[in-house]
T-cell receptor
Framework: EPEVTQTPSHQVTQMGQEVILRCVPISNHLYFYWYRQILGQKVEFLVSFYNNEISEKSEIFDDQFSVERPDGSNFTLKIRSTKLEDSAMYFC????????????FGPGTRLTVL | GIQVEQSPPDLILQEGANSTLRCNFSDSVNNLQWFHQNPWGQLINLFY???GTKQNGRLSATTVATERYSLLYISSSQTTDSGVYFCAVERDSGYSTLTFGKGTMLLVSP
């Protein structure tokens, strides 16, 4: 069964450094998402992406964050200058078409900012 | 935004017991998904169930959209069922996103 993949599984970085989290959505899916989960808390929406542009973003997704689909397969989340509070599990998700299909989640990248 | 409330927040069971987890939501939804978060943090998709009833092995789910709730049933629980169960809903069509509840933490003891 096709699945969403994410790399790396765990990233440790110093505060102020830039990080790029990578995702390969399911082939032929059209909608892409990033969510995050701070340890012990619920999963929160960050951003959705369709047709090579952001379609929706949350208050969390400030100017420090950006997303990109640099080629036909990868979907990336960049944090320009990491803060301690960016430490969380970051999940990528994709879906085939809007509102009538499941969002499929990747295994997550655990980001630790020191 | 839409509110998602899950109950109970914590649940401890003996292996072999049955359980029911509840998800209430505050608005009409087009999508509802149940997830199991395993000890490694991975979100495992259990059901896509905006309405009706589905079954998958020992798990089943029912969503009554008109009354804005969903139930997840776990029968003959096993220790591997331990983890956090999340309900997530999507309010609008189009580019809408999933809003998650706070989860139910389930511990199944041998």
């Amino acid at each position: 069964e096709p699945e969403v993949t994410q790399t790396p599984s765990h990233q440790v970085t110093q505060m102020g450094q830039e990080v790029i989290l990578r995702c390969v959505p399911i082939s032929n899916h059209l909608y892409f998402y990033w969510y995050r989960q701070i340890l012990g808390q619920k999963v929160e929406f960050l951003v959705s992406f369709y047709n090579n542009e952001i379609s929706e973003k949350s208050e969390i997704f400030d100017d420090q964050f950006s997303v990109e689909r640099p080629d036909g397969s990868n979907f990336t989340l960049k944090i320009r200058s990491t803060k301690l509070e960016d430490s969380a599990m970051y999940f990528c998700a994709s879906r085939d078409r809007s509102s009538t299909d499941t969002q499929y989640f990747g295994p997550g990248t655990r980001l630790t900012v020191l | 935004g839409i509110q998602v409330e899950q109950s109970p927040p914590d649940l401890i069971l003996q292996e072999g017991a049955n359980s029911t987890l509840r998800c209430n939501f505050s608005d009409s939804v087009n999508n509802l998904q149940w997830f199991h978060q395993n000890p490694w943090g991975q979100l495992i998709n259990l059901f896509y169930i905006p309405s009706g009833t589905k079954q998958n092995g020992r798990l089943s789910a029912t969503t009554v959209a008109t009354e804005r709730y969903s139930l997840l049933y776990i029968s003959s629980s096993q220790t591997t069922d331990s983890g956090v169960y999340f309900c997530a809903v999507e309010r609008d069509s189009g580019y809408s996103t999933l809003t998650f509840g706070k989860g139910t933490m389930l511990l199944v003891s041998p």
